[in-house]
């Protein structure tokens, strides 16, 4: 997993007395672009090879037998989810044994077991 910004001054940094050009925002973009295209292949890449296998998952947010968690391994608000269907009603803070169904570049989907 790997993660990107573009870099921007930050109110009271030494790093802003140093006298250096910013890199120009055109630049920041393309390059911020790139690197989240080829993130996204090696993310999918990594996440297909989870299907079918099963993982404990933290229920985050529950909705009857919809919900959406994260494995041990995703922090919250930065990393993927996971999707999850149940037979039965889930709540959040359960920790539920999902078989993962389907992957895509960021999140997983899977039925609780």
Same mark, same amino acid.
């Given at each position: 997993r790997a993660g990107c910004f573009?870099? /921007?001054? #930050? =109110?009271g940094a030494r790093s802003n007395d140093?006298?250096? /050009? %910013?890199?120009? %925002? /055109? *630049? =920041? /973009? $393309? &390059?911020w672009h790139r690197f989240m295209q080829r993130q996204q292949k090696n993310s999918a890449a990594q996440l297909a090879k989870k #299907?079918? =296998?099963r993982l404990p998952v933290l229920i985050d947010e529950a909705h009857g037998?919809? $919900? =959406?968690?994260r494995t041990k391994y995703d922090a919250p608000e930065i990393d993927g989810s *996971?999707? @999850? %269907?149940? &037979? &039965?009603p889930l709540r959040a803070g359960e920790i539920v044994t999902v078989k @993962? !169904? &389907?992957a895509d $570049?960021? !999140?997983l989907y899977g039925s609780a077991v």
């Open positions: 573009k870099y /921007e001054p #930050v =109110k140093l006298g250096l /050009e %910013q890199v120009p %925002q /055109e *630049v =920041k /973009e $393309a &390059r #299907v079918g =296998k037998t919809s $919900a =959406k968690g *996971v999707h @999850i %269907q149940s &037979r &039965r @993962i !169904d &389907r $570049a960021y !999140d």
